[in-house]
T-cell receptor, first 114, second 116 residues
Framework: GAVVSQHPSWVICKSGTSVKIECRSLDFQATTMFWYRQFPKQSLMLMATSNEGSKATYEQGVEKDKFLINHASLTLSTLTVTSAHPEDSSFYIC??????????FGAGTRLSVL | AQTVTQSQPEMSVQEAETVTLSCTYDTSESNYYLFWYKQPPSRQMILVIRQEAYKQQNATENRFSVNFQKAAKSFSLKISDSQLGDTAMYFCAFMLYTGANSKLTFGKGITLSVRP
């Protein structure tokens, strides 16, 4: 099956720094990638939809300047948490979509902001 | 807007027994997909089963099967011969297919514990 690689799996950073999370589709081209945030024991909350070569579409309530998304190629999307603060600590998950309605998930990134 | 409801936050089942996880959804659309995803302690989201709304036949994948009631907007997951590895959080999800931008709408999830 299709594989989505997400890196890093865990990152600890100081408050005020920026963190970049990568999401790669390894064996297929993903026209669309999605970014989710998940708190412990809760569901996935969609943050934004990322399309290759165009600006991401953010869900209501998600700060565009805080969570920068770049989808530079058909196999790579990045999420940058800018000026991270402790309240940004969470589990971030990406998923990649193919045109045959397949959705594949990365393993997630645990972000801890000190 | 579509909504997915999983009303049971937790369930427990004895190993080798059968358990059914409930899910209801609300939509005015007729063409859509429904999914059950498993999220074990590793937190990797794993697709368990998928159902196309236009198909009347219930999907099955080995020990996993669904009871899809389109008129009632119900989509329950049955796990037969439960195994310890089935312990995980399970999410029901809805997708209205609109092409590559099709988004998943998730339910709140249910934590399933399989007892030895």
């Amino acid at each position: 099956g299709a594989v989505v690689s997400q890196h890093p799996s865990w990152v600890i950073c100081k408050s005020g720094t920026s963190v970049k999370i990568e999401c790669r589709s390894l064996d297929f081209q993903a026209t669309t990638m999605f970014w989710y945030r998940q708190f412990p024991k809760q569901s996935l909350m969609l943050m934004a939809t990322s399309n290759e070569g165009s600006k991401a579409t953010y869900e209501q309530g998600v700060e565009k300047d805080k969570f920068l998304i770049n989808h530079a190629s058909l196999t790579l999307s990045t999420l940058t948490v800018t000026s991270a603060h402790p309240e940004d600590s969470s589990f971030y998950i990406c998923s990649a979509s193919t045109l045959v309605a397949g959705l594949y998930f990365g393993a997630g990134t645990r972000l801890s902001v000190l | 807007a579509q909504t997915v409801t999983q009303s049971q936050p937790e369930m427990s089942v004895q190993e080798a027994e059968t358990v059914t996880l409930s899910c209801t959804y609300d939509t005015s659309e007729s063409n859509y997909y429904l999914f059950w995803y498993k999220q074990p302690p590793s937190r990797q989201m794993i697709l368990v089963i998928r159902q196309e709304a236009y198909k009347q036949q219930n999907a099955t994948e080995n020990r996993f099967s669904v009871n899809f009631q389109k008129a009632a907007k119900s989509f329950s997951l049955k796990i037969s011969d439960s195994q310890l590895g089935d312990t995980a959080m399970y999410f029901c999800a809805f997708m209205l297919y609109t092409g590559a931008n099709s988004k998943l709408t998730f339910g709140k999830g249910i934590t399933l514990s399989v007892r030895p």
